[in-house]
């Protein structure tokens, strides 16, 4: 099983910056990709950014060039750098992370954080 804990969110003005971290626990053999959705009222949950475990990284448009996503290997450890924030960020965020729990040909398992609230007042 893989435990996802976030933290870093809050309240933020518009044009402030956060910066989430999410940190994966328990018995694993490989965890690839991890990353971020968020959930606003009223709104399906959608991708933020995403990273593989090379460095490859996708963002949804609406963050591109404001938030960046990071990793740490080592600690099994996602971030997400979220700069120039605007009202229209404002969400529940949600760390995500694909594991495999024994070996390579183990299925491919997805696990959620708890969510963490960002808001971004006008």
């Known amino acids: 099983q893989v435990t996802l804990v976030e933290s870093g969110g809050g309240l933020v003005q518009a044009g402030g910056s956060l910066r989430l971290s999410c940190a994966a626990s328990g018995s694993f053999f490989s965890i690839n990709p991890m990353g971020w959705y968020r959930q606003a009222p009223g709104k399906q949950r959608e991708l933020v950014a995403v990273?593989?475990?090379?460095?490859?990284?996708n963002y949804a448009d609406s963050v591109k060039g404001r938030f960046t996503i990071s990793r740490d290997n080592a600690k099994n450890t996602v971030y997400l750098q979220m700069n120039s924030l605007k009202p229209e960020d404002t969400a529940v965020y949600y760390c995500n992370c694909v594991a495999q729990l024994r070996d390579s040909d183990s299925p491919f398992i997805r696990y959620w954080g708890q969510g963490t609230q960002v808001t971004v007042s006008s």
């Open positions: 990273i593989t475990s090379g460095d490859s990284t």
